[in-house]
Structure formats: structure tokens, C-alpha cells
């Protein structure tokens, strides 16, 4: 099994910067994909991006440009630097990981921009 733990979101201000950490823990050894979806109210969960254990990275049509991941592999952790952050990127901000076919789920941290 592997354990998610999300941190970073909070508010910030049109235009600004967020950076979110995800760490994971358990059979890690194992994982192939690590990644970022975020989910809106009312809208489905849709992709922000992931990287796979050796660096390649993979982005949704919103976020490419502005956002980048990156991974630790010795730390357990992937990273997500979000920049030029607009109203539209206000959601609940999900990691994931993928092991043996299977996808693991964080429990989510909350990313509001708000002038």
C-alpha cells in the first residue's frame, strides 16, 4: 500500500506562486507515476500533470507552462511549483501515485486565488 500526504496550499493572490509537496510512504519502492490532479466544485477531476519515476513529465492543456513537477525519488516526494496562478486554478489539489496498476489518492489540499 502506499500513503499520500499533501502540504502547501493556501491562499494566494492573482498572479502569485504556490509550491505543493506530496511524500509518500509504504511499498514506494514499487512506484511507477507520481502526479497532481485538482477538482473544482461542481466540475470533475481533471489532470495537471505527472512525472514518472525517471523524470518524464506530462501536462494538462491548463496548466502547461505555468506549472512544473518534479520528483525526489530519495525523498519520496514529488513536487508541484504553480506560477502566474489566475482565478480558474482556485480547487482541491489531489496527489496521486500509481504501484502495480493500482492508484493511490492523498486526501487533497485546498489552492484559492482570491484578489
Known amino acids: 500500500q502506499v500513503q499520500l500526504v499533501e502540504s502547501g496550499g493556501g491562499l494566494v493572490q492573482p498572479g502569485g506562486s504556490l509550491r505543493l509537496s506530496c511524500v509518500a510512504s509504504?511499498?514506494?519502492?514499487?512506484?511507477?507515476?507520481m502526479g497532481w490532479y485538482r477538482q473544482a466544485p461542481g466540475k470533475q477531476r481533471e489532470l495537471v500533470g505527472t512525472?514518472?519515476?525517471?523524470?518524464?513529465?506530462n501536462y494538462g492543456d491548463s496548466t502547461k507552462g505555468r506549472f512544473t513537477i518534479s520528483r525526489d525519488n530519495a525523498l519520496n516526494t514529488v513536487h508541484l511549483q504553480m506560477n502566474n496562478l489566475n482565478f480558474e486554478d482556485t480547487a482541491a489539489y489531489y496527489c496521486y501515485a500509481e504501484r502495480a496498476y493500482t492508484t493511490y489518492w492523498g486526501q487533497g489540499t485546498q489552492v484559492t486565488v482570491s484578489s
Open positions: 509504504g511499498s514506494i519502492s514499487t512506484i511507477a507515476t
Open positions: 512525472i514518472t519515476r525517471g523524470g518524464r513529465r
